[in-house]
């Protein structure tokens, strides 16, 4: 016995170990598709929690008469200055916009295609516009650019 083990040594090594290496190959392949698996549930979980939140800030303007000019194409802020109401709803709409920003930023949402498209339709409208004017300068630097250049964007 000896004898055969010693002349098949290099033999049982080889094989028990190929065996670990190919059940570690295994193993590691399944916890990396469980991982991926994971993080695209995590990211759909993400974008329910910010379409959530999305919804009940609009909820706000639609039940509040004070923020009816907000959307408003034409109008005129000579004659009409900003509201501390519409001011803060536009705040709110600048913080959830940044939090959705920074979430893509990290690769913790799905992409959004159109964000670029609807931070143009919104924040060029007169009053997003002049708050936005007003209060860019407390953003991060990054969200503030990516503002400015979807503006810029035709």
Same mark, same amino acid.
């Given at each position: 016995m000896g004898q055969w083990l010693a002349d098949n040594f290099f033999n049982i090594v080889t094989t028990v170990c190929g065996t670990g290496l190919w059940f570690t190959a295994f193993s590691i392949r399944k916890d990396a598709?469980? !991982?991926?698996?994971?993080?695209?549930? !995590?990211?759909?979980? /993400?974008?329910?929690? %910010?379409?959530? /939140?999305? *919804?009940?800030?609009?909820?706000?303007?639609? +039940? /509040?008469? +004070?923020? @009816? !000019?907000? *959307?408003?194409?034409?109008?005129?802020?000579?004659?009409?200055?900003?509201?501390? @109401?519409?001011? $803060?709803? %536009?705040?709110?709409?600048? $913080?959830?916009t940044s939090s959705v920003f920074e979430a893509l930023k990290d690769d913790l949402l799905t992409s959004q295609e159109g964000l670029r498209r609807d931070v143009r339709s919104f924040f060029s409208l007169p009053i997003p516009n002049a708050v936005w004017t007003k209060t860019k300068l407390l953003q991060n630097r990054n969200f503030a650019a990516f503002i400015d250049s979807s503006l810029k964007k035709s």
């Open positions: 598709e469980a !991982r991926k698996e994971e993080t695209k549930a !995590r990211k759909v979980a /993400n974008l329910l929690a %910010i379409t959530a /939140n999305h *919804r009940e800030l609009w909820k706000e303007y639609l +039940n /509040n008469p +004070n923020l @009816a !000019r907000v *959307r408003e194409a034409t109008a005129d802020l000579a004659q009409k200055p900003v509201t501390l @109401a519409e001011e $803060s709803f %536009i705040d709110l709409v600048i $913080s959830h």
